[in-house]
């Protein structure tokens, strides 16, 4: 099993930044990727930014020049920085892991449990 701790979510006020931070633990061989998906009220969940274990990265049009993803690969540890929040950027924001474990030896999708970021004029 693979368990996400997120932090930083909260409030943000306009021009504000926030960085969350999510951290994978547990019996896993390898972490593939990681990066986050968001939520909004009666929206899908789409992908916000991913980073893979070889440093690729991927973002959301919507995010791109105002979020910045970034890892601690000994800490299996994965940052989102978030710039120029606006009202939309409003959502419960969910970290994501793909990782190998000895049961799923072809990579399984972890979730952690979502942060919820809050534009606020």
């Known amino acids: 099993q693979v368990q996400l701790a997120e932090s930083g979510g909260g409030l943000v006020q306009p021009g504000g930044t926030l960085r969350l931070s999510c951290s994978a633990s547990g019996n896993f061989i390898k972490i593939r990727g990681m990066g986050w998906y968001r939520q909004a009220p009666g929206e899908q969940r789409v992908l916000v930014a991913g980073l893979t274990s070889d440093g690729r990265t991927d973002y959301a049009d919507s995010v791109k020049g105002r979020f910045t993803i970034s890892r601690d690969a000994a800490k299996n540890t994965v940052y989102l920085q978030m710039n120029s929040l606006k009202p939309e950027d409003t959502a419960v924001y969910y970290c994501?892991?793909?990782?190998?474990?000895?049961?799923?030896?072809?990579?399984?999708?972890?979730w952690g449990k979502g942060s919820q970021v809050t534009y606020s004029s």
């Open positions: 994501f892991a793909e990782a190998v474990t000895r049961t799923f030896s072809s990579g399984m999708v972890y």
